[in-house]
C-alpha cells in the first residue's frame, strides 16, 4: 500500500490540534482540509488495520470482492454537478463496469416464473424500468407534499396512497427490489419524504442529483484504493493511529481526551467523531463524557442504521442461470433471500464460480444471530427452490460479513424513519464543545451513501480548521428545535406544519 503505516503517537505531555476519530471516508476528507488549511498537526485513529472503514473489500479465493459499499451511486449529467466518488474514481483509475438491471430472471418456490409485470407495475422509488405513469413516483408525489407544506409519512403510507397495495409474494418481491435493497429497510420503517428527496439528489438529475447511472467497482484492488490512494497524496505516517480502539471521549468548551482500549490517552483542542450513527448509539462501545445534552440524544435515537447483507458462495461450477440478477419470491416471508446477483458472468468475474444473495433489515437481523452453517442451510433451501431438479453441491467458500453486531459499524448505513424532521438532521451534526460530528448519517442530501460521508467530512474539516486557525468557530447549531433549514430556508418549514 502507498500509505504510511501507523503512527507512533504523542501521548498525554503532548497536544493536538484535532484528532480524527475513524479512518472511513469522513475522517480522510476532513483530514484532507486541516492539510489544506495548512494544519498538520492532527491524528486520524482508527480501529482497523487500514483506512476504510465501510468501504471494505475482501478475497474470496482469488476474487476481490466489496462486502460494504460496491457502486459509485449516481455520476454526472452533462454539466451539472459530479458526485464527488465519482471524480475520485475518475482520479484514481478505479475499474468499474455497469450493471444491466433488465437482465433479471425470476424465481419462486417452484422455480422459473415470470412476474416481470409486477415489477415493472410496482411503483418504485423512481419509476420502475418500462412503468409508463409519472403518478408511479413516490419521490414525485413527497414533492407535492413538501410544496403543500403537508407532513412526512411512512413511505409505506405513501405506496397505500398512491393506490399501491400488496396482493401476493410477487408484489412483495418487486417493492422489495425497488425499495428496501436501495434502504435497507422496509417501507414501513423509513420516511417517504426523507428517502424520496435523498433519491433524487443522487439520481434525478432533473431535481438537482447527479444522475441515474450506477459503477460497480471490479477493481481487484479494492474500491477501497481510491480513498487510500487520495489519503497517500497528502497523509504522513504521524498522522495516523491504526489498530487502535477508542473507549472513552471525555469533552469540554476548552478540549477532548480520548481514552484507547490499550488504555492510552490522546488529548487535543477538537476532535471530531466520523463514527457511524449505529456506534453512537451504543455507549458501551464508545462513551461520552459527560453525556450529551438531550437534543443530541434526541437526535441520534431518531435515526436508525439499516443493515444490508451480501453472502457470497463460491462453487468449483457455475450452475445457475446467465442473467445478471435473479428475483426470489418467497411464498411465505418478504424479503427472504430476494435478490441474487451472479459474478460468474462476462460483465464481471467470468469462471469464478461467485453468485451472492442480499438480504436487509430484519431479515440481516435475524440471520447475523445464526451460526454460518444455519445460514447456508436456508441459503440452500432457497436455491432448491429456485432451480428444482438440480443437484447443488455444497459451495467452497461462503462469507458475509455481519454488519449488525460488528462494533466498529453497527449496521450498513443509516436511513431516516418516518417521520422525518429537518431539525433532527440538523442537531446530527451540531457539534457539541469542541466535539465535532461527521459521516454518511449527518448529510442531508446523501445519507447512507459515500458522497454524504465525503462532503460531511470535507464541511467538519474547513469548519474545525477555520477555529484552528483563529478565523472563526462556527456556532453550532444545537439545541431545541429551530425553524431555518440552511439548504432551502423557504422550502420546508416543519415548525409552522406542526403547530
Ligand atoms: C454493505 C454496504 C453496502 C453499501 N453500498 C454502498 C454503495 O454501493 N454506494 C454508496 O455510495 N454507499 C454504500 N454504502 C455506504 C457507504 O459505505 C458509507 O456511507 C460510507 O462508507 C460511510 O463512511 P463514513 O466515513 O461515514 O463511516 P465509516 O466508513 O464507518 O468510518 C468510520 C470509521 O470509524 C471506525 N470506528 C468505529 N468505531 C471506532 C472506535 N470505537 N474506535 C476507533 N475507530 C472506530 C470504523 O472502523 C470506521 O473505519 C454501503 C455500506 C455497506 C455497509
Not at 352 to 364: A, L, Q, R
Given at each position: 500500500?502507498p500509505?504510511?503505516?501507523s503512527?507512533s503517537p504523542r501521548w498525554t505531555?503532548d497536544t493536538?490540534?484535532?484528532l480524527?476519530?475513524?479512518?472511513?471516508?469522513a475522517?480522510?476528507?476532513?483530514?484532507?482540509?486541516?492539510?489544506?488549511?495548512g494544519?498538520?498537526?492532527?491524528?486520524?485513529?482508527e480501529?482497523r488495520?487500514e483506512l476504510?472503514?465501510r468501504?471494505h473489500?475482501?478475497?474470496?479465493?482469488?476474487y476481490?470482492v466489496?462486502?460494504?459499499?460496491?457502486w459509485?451511486?449516481?455520476?454526472q449529467?452533462?454539466?451539472?454537478?459530479?458526485?464527488p466518488?465519482y471524480?475520485?474514481?475518475?482520479k484514481?483509475?478505479l475499474?468499474?463496469?455497469?450493471?444491466?438491471w433488465?437482465?433479471?430472471?425470476f424465481?419462486d418456490?417452484?422455480?422459473?416464473?415470470?412476474?416481470?409485470d409486477?415489477v415493472?407495475?410496482?411503483?418504485?422509488?423512481?419509476?420502475?424500468?418500462?412503468a409508463?405513469?409519472a403518478t408511479d413516483d413516490?419521490?414525485?408525489l413527497?414533492?407535492?407534499?413538501?410544496?403543500n407544506?403537508?407532513?412526512?409519512?411512512?413511505a409505506?403510507?405513501g405506496?397505500s396512497l398512491?393506490?399501491?397495495?400488496?396482493?401476493?409474494?410477487y408484489?412483495?418481491a418487486?417493492?422489495y427490489y425497488?425499495?428496501?435493497?436501495e434502504?435497507?429497510?422496509?417501507?414501513?420503517?423509513?420516511?417517504?419524504?426523507?428517502?424520496s428527496?435523498?433519491?433524487?439528489?443522487t439520481?434525478?438529475?432533473?431535481?438537482?442529483?447527479?444522475?441515474?447511472?450506477?459503477?460497480?467497482?471490479?477493481?481487484?484492488k479494492?474500491?477501497k484504493?481510491?480513498?487510500?490512494d487520495e489519503?497517500a497524496?497528502f497523509?504522513?505516517a504521524?498522522?495516523v493511529?491504526?489498530s487502535s480502539?477508542?473507549k472513552?471521549?471525555?469533552?469540554?468548551?476548552?478540549?477532548v481526551?480520548?481514552?484507547l482500549?490499550?488504555?492510552?490517552?490522546?488529548?487535543a483542542?477538537?476532535?471530531l467523531?466520523t463514527?457511524?450513527?449505529?456506534v453512537?448509539?451504543?455507549?458501551?462501545d464508545v462513551?461520552?463524557?459527560?453525556?450529551?445534552?438531550?437534543?443530541k440524544?434526541e437526535?441520534?435515537?431518531?435515526?436508525?442504521?439499516g443493515?444490508?447483507?451480501?453472502?457470497?458462495?463460491q462453487?468449483?461450477?457455475?450452475?445457475?442461470?446467465?442473467?445478471?440478477?435473479?428475483?426470489?419470491?418467497?411464498p411465505?416471508?418478504?424479503?427472504?433471500?430476494?435478490?441474487?446477483?451472479s459474478l460468474?458472468h462476462?460483465r464481471?468475474?467470468?469462471?469464478?464460480?461467485?453468485?451472492f444473495?442480499?438480504?436487509?433489515g430484519?431479515?440481516?437481523?435475524?440471520?447475523?444471530?445464526?451460526?454460518d452453517?444455519?445460514?447456508?442451510?436456508?441459503?440452500?433451501?432457497?436455491?432448491k427452490?429456485?432451480y428444482?431438479g438440480k443437484?447443488i453441491p455444497?459451495p467452497?467458500?461462503?462469507h458475509?460479513n455481519?454488519w449488525?453486531?460488528d462494533k466498529?459499524?453497527?449496521g450498513?448505513f443509516s436511513?431516516?424513519p418516518?417521520s422525518f424532521?429537518?431539525?433532527?438532521?440538523?442537531n446530527?451534526?451540531a457539534h457539541v464543545?469542541?466535539?465535532?460530528?461527521?459521516g454518511?448519517?449527518t448529510s442531508?442530501?446523501?445519507?447512507g451513501?459515500?458522497?454524504g460521508?465525503y462532503l460531511?467530512g470535507?464541511?467538519?474539516?474547513?469548519?474545525?480548521a477555520?477555529?484552528?486557525?483563529g478565523?472563526?468557530?462556527v456556532k453550532s447549531?444545537?439545541g431545541?428545535?429551530?425553524n431555518?433549514n440552511e439548504?432551502f430556508?423557504?422550502?420546508?418549514?416543519?415548525?409552522?406544519?406542526?403547530?
Amino acid at each position: 500500500s502507498p500509505l504510511p503505516t501507523s503512527a507512533s503517537p504523542r501521548w498525554t505531555s503532548d497536544t493536538y490540534d484535532v484528532l480524527i476519530l475513524g479512518g472511513g471516508v469522513a475522517g480522510v476528507m476532513a483530514a484532507q482540509q486541516l492539510h489544506e488549511a495548512g494544519i498538520e498537526n492532527y491524528l486520524i485513529v482508527e480501529a482497523r488495520d487500514e483506512l476504510g472503514g465501510r468501504m471494505h473489500s475482501y478475497k474470496l479465493d482469488n476474487y476481490t470482492v466489496e462486502v460494504g459499499c460496491n457502486w459509485v451511486q449516481g455520476t454526472q449529467t452533462g454539466n451539472g454537478p459530479i458526485n464527488p466518488i465519482y471524480s475520485l474514481a475518475l482520479k484514481h483509475k478505479l475499474v468499474t463496469t455497469t450493471n444491466n438491471w433488465e437482465d433479471l430472471q425470476f424465481y419462486d418456490e417452484k422455480g422459473h416464473t415470470d412476474f416481470k409485470d409486477a415489477v415493472r407495475l410496482s411503483v418504485g422509488r423512481s419509476p420502475a424500468p418500462g412503468a409508463d405513469a409519472a403518478t408511479d413516483d413516490l419521490p414525485l408525489l413527497s414533492g407535492e407534499r413538501i410544496d403543500n407544506r403537508k407532513v412526512d409519512l411512512n413511505a409505506r403510507s405513501g405506496y397505500s396512497l398512491m393506490g399501491h397495495r400488496i396482493k401476493d409474494k410477487y408484489d412483495w418481491a418487486s417493492e422489495y427490489y425497488h425499495f428496501d435493497w436501495e434502504w435497507a429497510q422496509a417501507p414501513e420503517q423509513s420516511s417517504w419524504i426523507a428517502t424520496s428527496f435523498n433519491n433524487n439528489f443522487t439520481f434525478d438529475a432533473s431535481r438537482g442529483g447527479f444522475s441515474d447511472e450506477n459503477l460497480l467497482s471490479v477493481d481487484q484492488k479494492g474500491f477501497k484504493h481510491i480513498l487510500q490512494d487520495e489519503a497517500a497524496t497528502f497523509l504522513k505516517a504521524s498522522n495516523v493511529l491504526l489498530s487502535s480502539t477508542v473507549k472513552d471521549i471525555n469533552y469540554s468548551d476548552s478540549g477532548v481526551s480520548v481514552k484507547l482500549e490499550s488504555g492510552d490517552e490522546l488529548k487535543a483542542k477538537y476532535a471530531l467523531v466520523t463514527f457511524s450513527v449505529g456506534v453512537l448509539q451504543h455507549p458501551e462501545d464508545v462513551k461520552f463524557e459527560p453525556a450529551f445534552p438531550d437534543w443530541k440524544q434526541e437526535a441520534i435515537d431518531a435515526m436508525k442504521m439499516g443493515t444490508y447483507t451480501k453472502i457470497f458462495l463460491q462453487w468449483e461450477e457455475k450452475f445457475w442461470d446467465d442473467n445478471e440478477m435473479g428475483l426470489y419470491a418467497d411464498p411465505y416471508r418478504r424479503g427472504y433471500y430476494p435478490v441474487w446477483q451472479s459474478l460468474d458472468h462476462e460483465r464481471f468475474f467470468p469462471g469464478s464460480g461467485i453468485y451472492f444473495v442480499t438480504i436487509t433489515g430484519d431479515e440481516s437481523e435475524r440471520v447475523e444471530n445464526l451460526s454460518d452453517e444455519q445460514v447456508l442451510e436456508e441459503v440452500m433451501g432457497v436455491l432448491k427452490n429456485m432451480y428444482p431438479g438440480k443437484d447443488i453441491p455444497r459451495p467452497k467458500n461462503m462469507h458475509f460479513n455481519r454488519w449488525y453486531n460488528d462494533k466498529l459499524t453497527r449496521g450498513a448505513f443509516s436511513n431516516w424513519p418516518a417521520s422525518f424532521y429537518v431539525e433532527h438532521q440538523d442537531n446530527l451534526r451540531a457539534h457539541v464543545n469542541n466535539l465535532y460530528f461527521a459521516g454518511e448519517h449527518t448529510s442531508f442530501e446523501f445519507y447512507g451513501y459515500l458522497q454524504g460521508a465525503y462532503l460531511e467530512g470535507q464541511k467538519a474539516g474547513k469548519a474545525i480548521a477555520s477555529c484552528v486557525n483563529g478565523k472563526g468557530c462556527v456556532k453550532s447549531t444545537g439545541g431545541d428545535f429551530h425553524n431555518k433549514n440552511e439548504y432551502f430556508p423557504q422550502w420546508y418549514n416543519v415548525q409552522e406544519v406542526h403547530k
